[in-house]
């Protein structure tokens, strides 16, 4: 089987920094700190061609998710850990914007068709966090996939679905969006119903997916995971075809964005960072290196994503409103009740 790590893809790598940390505060610099999560990959060769253009010299600080990083934003946006981030998304996004964490700066290089800007930040990628299922079990057990959320908590899938938790996690807190989408003030009965059918929460993606399902490189027990819709396109068997599927009436959009941050030291570099990061070249790398959809929907997108990673036509959807007002309270319900 061509199975390409997923570990790499959604759990991350570190990133190899380059250039030496930066000035105090007050002097000239021709350096900049990009703040990333632990998911931030392009190639070497674009990073490298981006601190010779530039004459910059590029440090990559990587923090481990995007909830912790954001927290960490939050916590030192009066002295920033850096100039420029990569890597908020949706589900954190109204929180750092209200936290006063973001400079005004969105690029004009946004391409039009794709997602949009927010307040001091600039979209870079996009993709559907869905629950997956191992065809192969399925097949062998002779039991149809389920399709929606409801299927979910029939008693034909006990026991069989797994997700990282939405407190610790950010698919798994776009997950819990996912119910609140889709059941309104009647989502924490749906998680209930889910618990009381068996499903189990681990802390993140890598667990989830690595270990507990079935069709990952753990060869776990539950072949119902969270992940996203462009998993497939990373298990494909011998005979050309993967052997899982997304279950697209099951899916959260999830849109990630760059931004510089408020009091950096090197605005303007910060700047031409996130213009980089819609340049050509970056967004054509972005479905084989971050595994997400380029902000650029007209970049030619590989044969696999085509057959095996689309995009749902319709995903549950939550205001960024809802999600700033009711974020932690969501949080904190979930885990009082399922956590």
């Not at 703040?35 to 923090?63: C, N, W």
Request: glycine content about 8%.
């Amino acid at each position: 089987m061509k199975f390409r790590p997923l570990l790499a893809a959604f759990a991350g790598l570190a990133l190899v920094a380059c250039g030496q940390p930066a000035d105090e505060p007050g002097t000239a610099t021709d350096e900049l700190v990009v703040i990333t999560h632990e998911s931030f990959s392009i190639p070497d060769e674009l990073k490298d061609r981006f601190a010779e253009d530039t004459g910059l010299d590029v440090t990559y600080q990587t923090m481990q998710d995007t909830g912790s990083m954001v927290n960490q934003l939050i916590l030192t946006k009066d002295a920033p850990l850096g100039d420029v981030v990569f890597g908020v998304d949706n589900t954190f996004a109204s929180r750092a914007i209200g936290e006063g964490v973001f400079d005004d700066y969105v690029s004009d290089a946004r391409a039009p068709g794709g997602p949009e800007s927010l307040p001091g930040l600039t979209p870079i990628d996009f993709g559907d966090v869905c629950v997956n299922a191992d065809l192969t079990w399925f097949e062998a057990e002779g039991l149809p996939l389920p399709e929606t959320l409801a299927d979910l908590t029939d008693d034909r899938y006990r026991d069989l679905f797994v997700a990282p938790s939405p407190a610790t996690s950010s698919p798994g807190l776009a997950f819990l969006f996912t119910t609140v989408g889709a059941h309104g003030d009647g989502w924490l009965d749906y998680w209930r119903a889910l618990d009381d059918n068996g499903a189990i929460t681990v802390s993140g993606w890598t667990q989830a997916y690595n270990v507990e399902f079935s069709a990952g490189e753990g060869g776990g027990d539950r072949p119902l995971v969270l992940s996203y819709s462009t998993s497939p396109a990373w298990t494909i068997g011998d005979d050309g075809e993967s052997t899982t599927a997304s279950l697209l009436d099951t899916c959260f959009r999830q849109v990630e964005y760059a931004g510089v941050l408020a009091g950096a030291e090197n605005p303007d570099a910060a700047a031409q960072f996130v213009d980089f990061l819609l340049s050509p070249d970056v967004q054509a790398s972005i479905p084989d290196h971050m595994f997400m959809y380029p902000a650029d929907t007209s970049v030619e997108l590989p044969e696999e994503w085509v057959r095996f990673a689309p995009l749902a036509d319709e995903p549950f959807e939550v205001s960024s409103e809802d999600i700033e007002a009711n974020r932690e309270q969501w949080i904190q319900e979930w885990t009082e009740a399922i956590g």
